[in-house]
Structure formats: structure tokens, C-alpha cells
């Protein structure tokens, strides 16, 4: 039965306020804890393990339900997850984004599934959970989404984030020893020489308290078994080790750090419209264009015969 009511009311006013990603790009969906400052009142100072574990397990279940992840960096309780709506090995050229990059629905399931699986993780690493839900209520997650068009400002951005990190370190390792008061309008290298004076050298940390971690899916081949449910035959099979955390990431402008980096971010495939290159530069060679169709023949990560996709 046909709504008119309903269809004028979303065709004039609410699927004019839905707005959309554009497609083929980097998309980086931040995730933040509000009001953790509160929420996280009596944890270990300045660095709590069982927090951070919290945060790299729901940041991996999280990614594993998240269409076109690709990476995560978490520090304290905020995640920068990037996605991507391409192949990154170049094999398929008929993919799709998550949620067709629509922004109400990106921000509104991201931020209610994580705090969703945080919420359900909590009671496995902190202690007195009860009396802390009692106290403060369940968490709380806000997300936004943007996209960033360029492969080196998306490694910018976790260069921003990491910064962030270590800023932040420096001052909560400061806040443990000293005042608000005898902290405020200190920077950090003064802080720094503060907390030596306590007996402490901030460089004696771990790695993931002054630089944040990464999590990535791993897909180092794993060996498993299983019983076939017809035969009765364990059988013996192969799968990827999945989403982990990278144990110690390395400062992100060193050169080991801008090297891994750039093997971690997937590169954007580029088209060739050229019809007679077959440069060995070129990503994608297109053989010829007909009736507004081009037939792909090779691409630079694999190779795809005969493929056609529709050419403006």
C-alpha cells in the first residue's frame, strides 16, 4: 500500500538532510570517550594495562564488523580507525563502502557498537565493575567521520595523533606526581624535568603509553583444526591470524616509522585512460573503449582478464 504522507515527508525533508562520503578515497572515523576524564576516575595513574587491553580488544571486535577497515590507532580512550571503499590489492573493481558512506549512519552505528562491545568487555579487565556502572553509569563513545583524499596527508594524521599521544603522556605521567596547579602552563620538556625531579624519566615508560598502538589485520597464515560434520575426519586447515595489535610501533616521522606506515596504508589504484600506453608505470591498462565501456587487461597488483567497467 502506497504511503504518499510518508513519501512526501521523506523525499522533502528527510532524505535532504542525508549526506554521503565521496567514494574511492581514505575515510577516517574517529572514535572518543566523553567524559572519560570522570569515567575512568580511580583507574591506575598515569598508565592503567587493564584499560588499554579493554580499549585494543573492543578496538579489534570492532574493526572485525566494520566494512573496509584497514587499520586502528588507539591512544587512552580514543581510536582513529581508517577505512577504505577500494580493494587494496586492486583485484575487484565493483566494491562498496560501509553504509554507502552515508555520514548519519557511519557516526550513529560506529559510536553505538563500540560503546556496545566496550560496555559488554568491561567486566573482563576491570575490577569492581558493579560498583563503577553503579556510580558512574555505562560508557559513553562519540564518532565523526571525514575523508582525506591524499595517501600522505593520511599518514599526517596518525603523525597528529601520535603527537597527541605523546603530549598527553607526558602530562598524565606529570598529573600523577604534581598538582593541576603546579602543572598548568608548563610545556613539555618542563614537565618532563618535573617528573625527573620525582625520581622518574618519562622515557623509562612502556613504548604504548608514550606513543599509542596500532591495531591491523594480520594475515599471517595460522594452522587449525576442525571436524568435518559429515565424515566424523578431523581435518587440518589454514586461516589468517586476524586483528592484532602491533607490539611497539616506532615513532611515526622516523624513517622506520614513515616506511612501515606506508606499507600499512593502502595505495589508491589509478586508472589509465591511455589507450596505446602499456607503460609498465601505469596501474591499469585500459585496451580499448567501446560504446562508452572500457576493458581493463592488467593491473599492477594482479591481473584481471577481460574486465569492463563503464567509461564516461
Not at 586476524?242 to 611497539?248: H, Q, V
Request: hydrophobic share 30%.
Amino acid at each position: 500500500m502506497r504511503d504518499s504522507l510518508g513519501d512526501r515527508i521523506k523525499e522533502c525533508y528527510e532524505n535532504r538532510c542525508r549526506f554521503y562520503l565521496p567514494r574511492r578515497t581514505y575515510t577516517v572515523m574517529r572514535i572518543d570517550g566523553r567524559a572519560f576524564s570522570t569515567w575512568t576516575r580511580g583507574l591506575k595513574r598515569p598508565y592503567d594495562e587493564a584499560f588499554q587491553a579493554l580499549m585494543d580488544t573492543t578496538t579489534k571486535l570492532f574493526c572485525s564488523k566494520v566494512q573496509g577497515a584497514v587499520c586502528a590507532y588507539t591512544q587512552s580512550d580514543e581510536v582513529s580507525i581508517l577505512l577504505v571503499d577500494f580493494d587494496p590489492e586492486g583485484k575487484k573493481l565493483t566494491t562498496s563502502a560501509w553504509f554507502d558512506g552515508n555520514v548519519q549512519k557511519l557516526c550513529s552505528v560506529g559510536a553505538s557498537m563500540f560503546t556496545s562491545i566496550f560496555n559488554d568487555q568491561v567486566g573482563d579487565f576491570i575490577k569492581d565493575t558493579d560498583q563503577l556502572l553503579r556510580e558512574r553509569g555505562p560508557a559513553v563513545f562519540d564518532t565523526r567521520v571525514f575523508i582525506i583524499p591524499d595517501i600522505v596527508e593520511v599518514y599526517n594524521y596518525f603523525i597528529w595523533r601520535q603527537n597527541d599521544a605523546t603530549r598527553n603522556s607526558i602530562q598524565s605521567a606529570a598529573y600523577s606526581f604534581y598538582s593541576d596547579k603546579e602543572c598548568h602552563g608548563k610545556n613539555c620538556s618542563e614537565l618532563q624535568e618535573m617528573i625527573f625531579q620525582k625520581g622518574q624519566n618519562w622515557n623509562d615508560y612502556p613504548v604504548r603509553f608514550k606513543r599509542g598502538g596500532f591495531i591491523y589485520y594480520d594475515k599471517t597464515a595460522t594452522v587449525g583444526n576442525a571436524v568435518n560434520k559429515k565424515t566424523g575426519e578431523e581435518i587440518e586447515f589454514e586461516r589468517p591470524v586476524g586483528w592484532s595489535i602491533y607490539p611497539e610501533i616506532p615513532v611515526l616521522t622516523s624513517q622506520e616509522g614513515r616506511s612501515w606506515m606506508f606499507s600499512l596504508i593502502p595505495k589508491l589504484p589509478e586508472i589509465s585512460y591511455k589507450e596505446d600506453d602499456r607503460s609498465e608505470e601505469q596501474d591499469w591498462y585500459i585496451s580499448k573503449v567501446e560504446n562508452g565501456v572500457a576493458t581493463i587487461e592488467s593491473v599492477k597488483y594482479g591481473t584481471i582478464s577481460s574486465s569492463k567497467e563503464k567509461h564516461d
